[in-house]
């Protein structure tokens, strides 16, 4: 079966490509504002590699694909979910072995693992101790959240109080000191994941690509709601407190959640077809993000909770795929 993002997207595959690289570049140049040169090299080297190696196999390949700008969309994705200092050549292998697994597979149509996780899953299993960040936020203890929102900014200080006094006061809420750093990424001393130090540049481009159609909001919605009423649950657990005692907002806007449920796992490639399929699909990736992140010895487990729904897709969309009058099957 075809499964290239022509056959149930409107919009082609190059329009789609550099609609979502566009989206991800503010977050690509906040992380390398964050992380510096270093950054800024990883991130760029990344995609050129991919783009790189594409051409070539696309060339040689069995298949004459278009230049459709996939390969750079998996470089960046691919270099955002890695830690600011892991070593550049780390990505490079990832990136190489993905390509070269997708030509094996058949190309761009027939793979429906998404490349960049494939690619993030080969350096976790090469090289786990180098892809492990010194401080992760999403698998950090409630001793250490309180110490990393401990040192706040001026920016946290001033709209944690406006919003306080002026809105939340009216719902009888109050926003936790910190959490406008965690959104924003200033005052954080350091991140876990390049994606991470552009959270908000993530939301706001989340917000036009779901105002343009251009990702289906089944995806986020049910991931979102899969992921954090367990959390909501029984987040409080592992660390000793009692039933819905967990800590959805932290949870969220930590490592590579937001990345995840908007650009990962809304991959055209890699995602059901039908509209039950993808509720399904963002469910289950969900709950399966939330074990994981609690439970797991990898304390980012989003990756891993997409990578494991893609091997179900082809089921699903032999079992939900929308009934047609002269589908006999």
């Not at 470089?75 to 490079?92: K, R, S």
């Not at 449920?261 to 993808?278: E, H, M, N, Q, V």
């Not at 439970?295 to 909770?305: I, P, R, S």
Request: net charge neutral; proline share 5%.
């Amino acid at each position: 079966m075809d499964r290239t993002p022509q056959s149930f997207d409107s919009l082609t595959s190059l329009r789609l490509h550099l609609t979502l690289i566009a989206s991800l570049s503010p977050v690509a140049l906040f992380a390398c504002l964050s992380g510096g040169w270093y950054v800024a090299f990883v991130i760029v080297s990344t995609m050129s590699i991919a783009w790189l190696a594409d051409a070539v196999f696309r060339f040689w390949g069995p298949r004459r694909e278009p230049e459709d700008s996939s390969a750079l969309l998996w470089g960046l994705t691919l270099a955002l979910v890695m830690p600011p200092l892991v070593p550049f050549w780390i990505p490079w292998a990832g990136i190489l072995f993905s390509i070269l697994a997708k030509g094996l597979l058949g190309g761009s149509g027939a793979s429906w693992l998404n490349p960049a996780l494939t690619a993030w899953a080969f350096c976790q299993a090469g090289w786990p101790a180098a892809m492990r960040p010194a401080v992760s936020l999403s698998g950090a203890s409630d001793s250490q959240i309180t110490s990393m929102l401990a040192t706040r900014s001026s920016l946290d200080q001033g709209a944690t109080d406006w919003l306080n006094g002026n809105i939340f006061s009216w719902l009888n809420l109050q926003v936790p000191a910190g959490y406008v750093d965690l959104v924003t990424g200033v005052g954080l001393q350091s991140h876990s994941w390049n994606a991470e130090a552009g959270t908000f540049f993530l939301l706001a481009a989340t917000v036009f690509l779901l105002v343009r159609g251009t990702i289906p909001w089944q995806i986020p919605l049910f991931f979102f709601l899969g992921f954090a009423v367990p959390v909501g649950i029984f987040g409080g657990l592992p660390a000793g407190q009692g039933l819905f005692s967990g800590d959805v907002l932290f949870q969220i806007f930590s490592g590579t959640f937001l990345l995840g449920i908007f650009f990962l796992a809304t991959d055209t490639s890699s995602r059901p077809l039908s509209s039950r399929g993808l509720t399904l699909y963002a469910l289950g990736a969900g709950v399966l993000a939330f074990v994981l992140r609690t439970w797991g010895v990898h304390v980012e487990g989003v990756g891993y909770a997409i990578l494991f729904m893609n091997f179900l897709v082809p089921w699903m969309d032999l079992v939900l795929r929308k009934k047609v009058l002269n589908d006999l099957r």
